[in-house]
T-cell receptor, first 113, second 110 residues
Framework: DGGITQSPKYLFRKEGQNVTLSCEQN?????MYWYRQDPGQGLRLIYY???????QKGDIAEGYSVSREKKESFPLTVTSAQKNPTAFYLC????????????FGEGSRLTVL | GDSVTQMEGPVTLSEEAFLTINCTYT??????LFWYVQYPGEGLQLLLK?????DKGSNKGFEATYRKETTSFHLEKGSVQVSDSAVYFC?????????FGAGTRLTVKP
């Protein structure tokens, strides 16, 4: 079955540590996205990529970094510079950047201790 | 900038009740409009969409009509089931930008 796989599902981190969240898709989609979800707020875009080796900052990119070395993979690193990293992180993809359907992974919940 | 406002939750209904979740938007031009649903412990999935004024999106008994005159895209279902319990997100796409509302949690009791 095609889809998006995020790992790990739950992650605990100590303050000052970087952590990388994995996102892999086998849908052959060009565009991939990372969103952050906090209680009572909509999804906020962190980074997006419309093609391999290219990515753009979203609304809340500070303290995060990404790479897009392969079409299938779009890992997100939450760095120690992110002031409030505890959140639910969602990865998504679409055929191309545009008004088409977004396909989401099941999410990764990061808790900073 | 573009934005989406949806009714605050949580919403609690009895099974077979009528559901309305309000969504209004602010955008220039002609955005595409979406409703996504998030079941417990899962990512979001597309429920329905509409790409131009007066279009009606429908799926699984849910409907929403793109009303440009009132800048609205309200979600409705005539008879909810316990399995409809989830968080519902209204969203718009415009100028290479997707914006989500804050989400409305729906709980349906038997």
């Amino acid at each position: 079955d095609g889809g998006i796989t995020q790992s790990p599902k739950y992650l605990f981190r100590k303050e000052g540590q970087n952590v990388t969240l994995s996102c892999e898709q086998n849908l052959n989609h060009d565009a991939m996205y990372w969103y952050r979800q906090d209680p009572g707020q909509g999804l906020r875009l962190i980074y997006y990529s419309q093609i391999v080796n290219d990515f753009q900052k979203g609304d809340i990119a500070e303290g995060y970094s990404v790479s897009r070395e392969k079409k299938e993979s779009f890992p997100l690193t939450v760095t120690s510079a992110q002031k409030n990293p505890t959140a639910f992180y969602l990865c998504a993809s679409s055929i191309k950047l545009g008004p088409g359907e977004l396909f989401f992974g099941e999410g990764s919940r990061l808790t900073v201790l | 900038g573009d934005s989406v406002t949806q009714m605050e939750g949580p919403v609690t209904l009895s099974e077979e009740a009528f559901l309305t979740i309000n969504c209004t938007y602010t955008a220039t031009g002609y955005p595409s409009l979406f409703w996504y649903v998030q079941y417990p412990g899962e990512g979001l999935q597309l429920l329905l969409k509409a790409t131009k004024a007066d279009d009606k999106g429908s799926n699984k008994g849910f409907e929403a009509t793109y009303r440009k005159e009132t800048t609205s895209f309200h979600l409705e279902k005539g008879s909810v089931q316990v399995s409809d319990s989830a968080v519902y997100f209204c969203a718009l796409y415009n100028n290479n930008d997707m914006r989500f509302g804050a989400g409305t949690r729906l709980t349906v009791k038997p």
